[in-house]
């Protein structure tokens, strides 16, 4: 393109945004707009093929909704700066719907702006929201994503030979914890010999902590991998290149692993945005606290790779069919894996909030959380 | 797993985190041995680092070649290294600063135009199996090697030959150790240490494109997590000697691969610790070797470091 | 760095105090015209990139205005992230003086701020706030004080280099926190998010008056008036500018140089112990892994734009607070990545420190220029 083209259109759009921006200095002008916007705040790059990017092709579904105006922001910290981002898209873009995608964002940041701001709904990626303790104006969405990697391990059990699956983890929080005994208890509901083996690496993102983390796995016997980092990319890589095979994570990981893949869990994020647009479209809010799993269709499997063989594909199935009629995937009482008695009960149901803050290893996970 | 085994599996991963883990260390640390040699210090090399791991990947995924990718890094790292040493010619200048203002820089710049090669997939380097011979998995596994390791081994050879044996050696080693010397034995100080520096940054644009075309061989923007920086202060208790640059990335690999192979044995009370483990044995291990007469002696009269 | 110390060297009495006090004035006017001189250059550059990219710098910086400086919320938003960056830069600045460059400021952050929500957590919700914030605040500074005065004396005695050692003290700093956080001290309220227990938002420091910004901003400033003094006023300031200048002049005078570079690292590891101490105190209400958000880094930045005057970190703190928080916006209107402010800083930085070569070359600021190398 020749540059006095580049030019002239750089500073026509330059003298346009000038004035924008001489308008904008009054904040009622800029609330004065019709429609929604709605501002989403992410705490890394948005094309980080993990969590991030999950949330941002998502985000389609509100793009494509008449009326509907996106702001985006991305690598935003979990400190002050989140606050005050959320309040510059309110202040300065007059955002009315704030969407905060990392877990950290929502206490004390979240909160506070949606108690500062209580005519701006804020909702947060995490099932952190509680009706009365929280403000109304914030709330929860989230897709349980345990049931997939449930789902996961169930086609691992009867997939792996060593019956050692390898679990390369980043921080010992509830959520990562709760996948990786998701894992087991699949593994351990069709194949009761079944083991895994976890590793923390300390942190979201260090890919060769995390190639050295898989291949010591692989060193210890286990002959199927998977992960809960920000990009399981190295480690689903590592383990295709040395023959064995490996479980997705956050999304479809199965061209990185041609010959050794088997499935992998999914969030369908599109889901629960695509309720949102709806109610947007309505003219309503947003509900308060939206979540589910495979009963509402908001996480799900990869399409099986070629690691996946006619048993462990049939059980994975069943395991699907049984997830979406709500069957229970914890059979009390639990123990973890020190010997303690962590869950008492005979059976919980699949969302029932004490599950929210596990806290434990299953028995039959070699790994400790400290 | 009873105890003997275990041994061997922690062995075996801290003998093949050495392998893996070392060549960017060790490319890093030859590069900055050679600037540091000619009495300037690069503390830049960890944004040189990033942007060859990215240019590597970025050229290997849109030519299909990694090799033309991992010379596309070096010349990267070469317009870095020579960048840092024209800024640095002029009077008053610091060269520490220039370097973590380089740093970010080269950071910037990488993430900026990395955007785009996270996802795909390039071409990745191949290795040679050394350990065709074992039936131990592990060992085999180990002494898969990247030929850039054996590389990184001989130019250490050729670099500690060259710098007491050839005429560019003593120059390079005049220079750095008395600028006044130099100039009056009519050697151009500025040329010689830009093209130090210029090297530097080439040899640590590979050790970057290494990270990102072999291991752990994918592009992202928490690739480096610090190597370029720990390469700098691993010349330094390596007291400037190329060999013992490579003992020392050597060391540095081997302590990577501790954590998570003491996890995978079933140690894992304090394994942030295990973690740091290289950040508490280069620290160690300088105010050890620093202090003494031995370091004085070993290091560039004209270096900022010592000063 | 190396500033020569000034002799007033007049030929006649009378004449000499008018004349210093111009030579002060025009060297003043040099310190601030290279510098924004370097600001501008940059700025340019980056509006080639911009151009290059497509996009308009027009509209870059009339945003960096409106998201930095253009509303009182704006004005707001920009102050909270000044204030912790003063701090951190004075922790750069101050072994500056000393010839020191140290870049570690980033783990006496988080160290500080654990060990002040380590402080707390026994005494949440059972003793006054004022004493739980007074220990809080000790244990900060003493940290911070401590973590920072081990470089100095490594350098000192073991001839360690400050650099390396600071930057490598930072992990094992973050190692050491998330260690405890995730450990020992972690609170089994907070099962998402690995943090020690919260010290409530009822006991947190509070906003200022009439400003959204909490009270981490006034100790700021007032840190970078009392360093000010004490470089400038104090012969302990006098003492350290010599030694920076030349250490072996100043051994030779008999000067206490170990003490002095460790006293000047543990005054930079206080500071960055106070800003970790308000992050806990005012921002998070408890320790986690948030701690570390690159403000010791972009202190460093903030330091070398000052040309380590603790008083000029003040204007340049606030700019630079005031580009982060154009940031956002800048992502949101103009679809730039958020690597740009990354690449601005970094070009800047560069630009600025070539910049360096310049004092001392204006006619216009040293009538009699001196022409010797440092």
């Known amino acids: 393109?020749?540059?006095?083209?580049?030019?002239?259109?750089?500073?026509?759009?330059?003298?346009?945004?000038?004035?924008?921006?001489?308008?904008?200095?009054?904040?009622?002008?800029?609330?004065?707009?019709?429609?929604?916007?709605?501002?989403?705040?992410?705490?890394?790059?948005?094309?980080?093929?993990?969590?991030?990017?999950?949330?941002?092709?998502?985000?389609?579904?509100?793009?494509?909704?008449?009326?509907?105006?996106?702001?985006?922001?991305?690598?935003?910290?979990?400190?002050?700066?989140?606050?005050?981002?959320?309040?510059?898209?309110?202040?300065?873009?007059?955002?009315?719907?704030?969407?905060?995608?990392?877990?950290?964002?929502?206490?004390?940041?979240?909160?506070?702006?949606?108690?500062?701001?209580p005519k701006v709904t804020l909702r947060h990626a995490a099932p952190l929201w509680e009706k009365g303790k929280h403000p109304d104006n914030a709330g929860s969405y989230f897709g349980y994503l345990d049931q997939a990697h449930y789902v996961n391990g169930v086609a691992a059990g009867l997939s792996t030979r060593t019956n050692k699956i390898g679990f390369v983890a980043a921080k010992p929080i509830s959520s990562v914890l709760r996948n990786i005994n998701s894992v087991l208890w699949g593994a351990r509901s069709v194949n009761p010999n079944a083991t895994l083996q976890v590793i923390f690496t300390g942190d979201w993102a260090l890919p060769v902590r995390e190639a050295e983390a898989a291949n010591a796995l692989i060193g210890a016997g286990c002959d199927i991998l998977t992960c809960h980092v920000d990009s399981p990319k190295v480690v689903i890589e590592t383990a295709e290149r040395r023959g064995i095979r490996s479980l997705g994570h956050n999304a479809s990981q199965a061209p990185l692993a041609p010959k050794g893949f088997i499935t992998g869990a999914e969030y369908k994020w599109e889901t629960i945005y695509r309720i949102f647009a709806e109610a947007i479209a309505k003219g309503q809010t947003v509900p308060n606290m939206v979540f589910g799993g495979y009963d509402r269709d908001m996480v799900r499997n990869t399409a099986f790779g070629a690691g996946a063989e006619e048993p462990a594909r049939k059980a994975a199935e069943a395991a699907i069919a049984d997830l979406k009629a709500n069957k229970p995937i914890i059979r009390g009482p639990v123990k973890?894996?020190?010997?303690?008695?962590?869950?008492?009960?005979?059976?919980?149901?699949?969302?029932?909030?004490?599950?929210?803050g596990m806290n434990f290893l299953a028995e039959g996970v070699v790994g400790s959380i400290t | 797993m009873d105890g003997s085994s275990a041994l061997v599996t922690v062995l075996a991963a801290m003998i093949g985190g050495a392998i893996r883990v070392s060549t960017p260390f060790l490319f890093v640390a030859l590069g900055e041995m050679l600037t540091e040699r000619s009495g300037r210090i690069n503390l830049g090399l960890e944004g040189t680092l990033v942007l060859g791991a990215m240019s590597g990947y970025a050229i290997s995924y849109h030519t299909g070649s990694p090799w033309l990718g991992l010379l596309v890094a070096g010349f990267a790292g070469m317009m870095m290294g020579t960048l840092h040493a024209l800024i640095c010619r002029l009077p008053k200048v610091n060269d520490i600063a220039v370097g973590i203002a380089l740093m970010l820089f080269g950071l910037g710049i990488a993430f900026f135009l990395g955007k785009a090669y996270i996802q795909p997939t390039a071409p990745r380097l191949g290795s040679i199996p050394l350990g065709f011979w074992s039936s131990n998995p592990q060992i085999e596994q180990a002494l898969e090697i990247n030929p850039l390791f054996l590389i990184g081994i001989a130019l250490a050879f050729f670099l500690a030959w060259a710098l007491k044996n050839t005429r560019p050696g003593l120059i390079l080693r005049v220079t750095g150790d008395s600028e006044a010397a130099a100039r009056a034995l009519g050697h151009p100080v500025m040329l010689i240490r830009l093209m130090a520096t210029a090297a530097g940054g080439f040899l640590a644009g590979i050790g970057g494109a290494f990270l990102s075309l072999y291991y752990p061989g994918s592009w992202n923007e928490g690739l480096s997590s610090g190597q370029g920086l720990m390469a700098v202060a691993l010349v330094i208790f390596a007291r400037w000697d190329p060999i013992r640059c490579l003992y020392a990335a050597m060391l540095f690999g081997a302590a990577g691969a501790l954590g998570p192979s003491l996890q995978a044995i079933g140690i894992t009370q304090g394994y942030y610790f295990f973690n740091a483990a290289p950040y508490i044995l280069t620290l160690f291990l300088m105010i050890g070797s620093a202090g003494s007469k031995k370091a004085l002696r070993d290091a560039p009269g004209e270096l900022a470091l010592t000063r | 760095m190396n500033q020569p110390v000034s002799i007033p060297a007049g030929p006649a009495a009378a004449g000499r105090i008018g004349r210093e006090r111009l030579a002060r004035l025009r060297r003043g006017a040099e310190a601030l015209a290279i510098p924004l001189l370097a600001l501008v250059i940059s700025a340019g550059l980056f509006s080639i990139f911009l151009l290059i990219l497509g996009k308009s710098p027009v509209q870059f910086y009339s945003l960096i205005w409106l998201g930095g400086f253009g509303t009182p919320f704006s004005w707001s938003n920009t102050l909270l992230r000044a204030a912790p960056l003063m701090l951190m830069a004075l922790a750069v600045a101050i072994p500056a003086r000393l010839g020191l460059t140290m870049i570690g400021g980033e783990g006496a952050l988080v160290l500080g701020g654990f060990a002040a929500a380590a402080m707390a957590v026994p005494l949440i919700g059972t003793t006054n706030p004022v004493l739980m914030h007074a220990l809080m605040l000790i244990a900060a500074m003493a940290i911070g004080a401590i973590w920072i005065g081990i470089a100095g004396g490594l350098r000192h005695h073991r001839g360690v280099n400050e650099t390396i050692s600071t930057l490598l003290l930072s992990y094992i700093a973050i190692a050491i926190m998330n260690f405890?956080?995730?450990?020992?001290?972690?609170?089994?309220?907070?099962?998402?998010?690995?943090?020690?227990?919260?010290?409530?938002?009822?006991?947190?420091?509070?906003?200022?008056?009439?400003?959204?910004?909490?009270?981490?901003?006034?100790?700021?400033?007032?840190?970078?008036?009392?360093?000010?003094?004490?470089?400038?006023?104090?012969?302990?300031?006098?003492?350290?500018?010599?030694?920076?200048?030349?250490?072996?002049?100043?051994?030779?005078?008999?000067?206490?140089?170990?003490?002095?570079?460790?006293?000047?690292?543990?005054?930079?590891?206080?500071?960055?112990?106070?800003?970790?101490?308000?992050?806990?105190?005012?921002?998070?209400?408890?320790?986690?892994?948030?701690?570390?958000?690159?403000?010791?880094?972009?202190?460093?930045?903030?330091?070398?734009?000052?040309?380590?005057?603790?008083?000029?970190?003040?204007?340049?703190?606030?700019?630079?607070?005031?580009?982060?928080?154009?940031?956002?916006?800048?992502?949101?209107?103009?679809?730039?990545?958020?690597?740009?402010?990354?690449?601005?800083?970094?070009?800047?930085?560069?630009?600025?420190?070539?910049?360096?070569?310049?004092?001392?070359?204006?006619?216009?600021?040293n009538p009699a220029a001196r022409t010797e190398r440092t």
Request: glycine content about 12%; hydrophobic content about 50%.
């Open chain 1, 1 to 117: 393109m020749p540059f006095d083209r580049f030019s002239r259109r750089s500073f026509l759009q330059g003298a346009a945004a000038g004035t924008a921006a001489a308008a904008l200095g009054f904040p009622s002008l800029a609330r004065a707009q019709s429609g929604v916007t709605i501002g989403i705040v992410y705490v890394g790059p948005k094309d980080d093929f993990g969590w991030n990017q999950a949330h941002a092709v998502s985000i389609g579904v509100l793009k494509a909704t008449p009326g509907v105006k996106i702001i985006e922001e991305e690598n935003v910290p979990e400190t002050a700066a989140v606050a005050k981002s959320m309040e510059s898209m309110i202040n300065l873009e007059g955002a009315n719907l704030i969407l905060a995608t990392s877990f950290g964002y929502f206490n004390p940041f979240m909160v506070d702006v949606a108690k500062k701001y």
């Open chain 3, 180 to 365: 405890f956080v995730e450990g020992a001290l972690r609170d089994p309220a907070d099962p998402n998010k690995p943090s020690t227990r919260a010290i409530g938002s009822e006991a947190m420091i509070g906003k200022m008056p009439g400003i959204d910004v909490h009270w981490g901003l006034a100790v700021a400033v007032l840190a970078c008036i009392l360093l000010h003094v004490l470089m400038q006023r104090t012969t302990y300031g006098f003492a350290c500018r010599i030694a920076g200048g030349n250490a072996r002049a100043a051994l030779a005078q008999g000067l206490p140089v170990g003490r002095l570079i460790v006293s000047a690292s543990m005054i930079a590891g206080l500071c960055a112990g106070l800003a970790g101490y308000f992050e806990v105190a005012a921002v998070h209400g408890k320790a986690n892994a948030s701690l570390a958000a690159g403000y010791g880094f972009t202190g460093i930045l903030v330091a070398f734009l000052a040309r380590h005057n603790p008083l000029a970190i003040i204007p340049v703190a606030i700019l630079f607070g005031g580009i982060a928080a154009a940031g956002g916006i800048i992502q949101r209107r103009m679809g730039l990545p958020d690597a740009s402010v990354l690449l601005l800083q970094g070009m800047t930085f560069l630009v600025l420190l070539a910049s360096e070569t310049l004092y001392g070359r204006f006619r216009l600021f």
């Open chain 1, 336 to 356: 973890d894996n020190k010997g303690n008695v962590v869950l008492p009960n005979a059976s919980y149901d699949n969302f029932d909030r004490v599950l929210d």
